[in-house]
């Protein structure tokens, strides 16, 4: 781990201002993936700035019947929060089904979000990666790849993003909410705060340098049962092969999102309209453009599979 400068911020905006008059400054709160990546070297701040105290661990409602949640609200208080156990299911579930329990009781909503990949070659610092090294290749493409993305992809990164709680929130049509350094606010689509790889898959979100989450914010409830499935080498403690965060509403309306194959939570609005017709039909539709390799091809069968489980599961 290399030398580092510390502060303790004293506003949100006081954050995003350190970290733009910091170059190479990082944010840190429960910190279960930046201090794993600086052991590594893989991330090497200059300067970090402690969020911790800014007050953002509350989850209120809204004025239009949603949810605010902190950015600092840990990953196992919000999973077990009555509103989000009764109103936004797949929430609750998505969290419990990731890391441990020691993790969840660290990790924060905004540092969920943000959490780096976990492809092996990234972690690899003795292969090229865009990711960590932009124009240094990306050794995965003709590598061990089982696990790697097979949709959004591009000839510079095919790594997918980690989180299961970004899946359950992109689902729910989720709304990230920033502060700037000048104290501009900034409200993003969950759909739109994840990029796909392109040519620089080192900028993995909308954000500009320096800005800072304050909340996320749910809309009003779905209602109608929320499924989340999650398929992994071993029962716990694993990231996705593959996820389904999936809810079925009263109405007949359906929607849809994946883990595990893409750079970022997958979700297909044509796939959405199609769950009246079964689970081949909205895997048909999700998977549209997909490209695999030899050895992750067998995403394909597997997320037709797990959407029957899930099909399945809700007529149980």
């Not at 661990?57 to 009555?82: F, M, P, Q, Y």
């Not at 392109?198 to 909340?215: K, Y």
Request: proline share 4%; glycine share 8%; aromatic share 6%.
């Amino acid at each position: 781990m290399k030398a580092f400068t510390y502060e303790r911020a004293a506003s949100p905006a006081k954050a995003a201002e350190a970290a733009v008059a910091n170059p190479g400054a990082k944010f840190i709160a429960g910190g279960t993936n930046l201090l794993d990546l600086m052991k590594l070297q893989i991330e090497t701040p200059t300067h970090l700035i402690d969020v911790n105290r800014l007050g953002l661990d509350e989850i209120a409602a809204t004025r239009d019947g949603g949810l605010r949640i902190g950015a600092l609200v840990r990953n196992t208080e919000l999973a077990a929060h009555k509103a989000v156990r009764r109103d936004y299911g797949v929430l609750s579930r998505a969290l419990l089904s990731g890391a441990s329990g020691q993790l969840r009781n660290k990790a924060t909503t905004a540092g969920n979000l943000l959490q780096r990949t976990r492809c092996p070659y990234f972690y690899d610092t003795t292969k090229p990666c865009n990711k960590r090294r932009p124009g240094t290749g990306c050794a995965a493409l003709n590598g061990f790849n089982r696990n790697m993305a097979i949709m959004g992809t591009s000839a510079d990164c095919i790594a997918t993003h980690p989180s299961d709680m970004a899946v359950a929130m992109r689902l729910l049509d989720a709304t990230v909410e920033t502060v700037t350094s000048d104290g501009t606010k900034r409200a993003i689509p969950m759909a739109d705060f994840h990029r796909l790889p392109g040519n620089t898959p080192d900028i993995e979100t909308a954000l500009a340098p320096g800005e800072f989450i304050t909340s996320v914010v749910l809309p009003k409830p779905l209602g109608g049962t929320h499924i989340y499935r999650k398929v992994r080498d071993r029962t716990s403690y694993a990231f996705a092969v593959l996820s389904v965060a999936a809810v079925f509403d009263k109405q007949g309306e359906t929607r849809f999102a994946f883990g595990g194959l893409a750079h970022k939570p997958w979700r297909v609005e044509a796939a959405d309209a199609l769950g009246s017709r079964g689970a081949a039909a909205v895997a048909e539709a999700a998977l549209a453009g997909a490209k695999t390799t030899e050895q992750n091809a067998f995403k394909i069968d597997l997320t037709q599979r797990t959407l029957a489980a899930v099909f399945a599961q809700k007529e149980a």
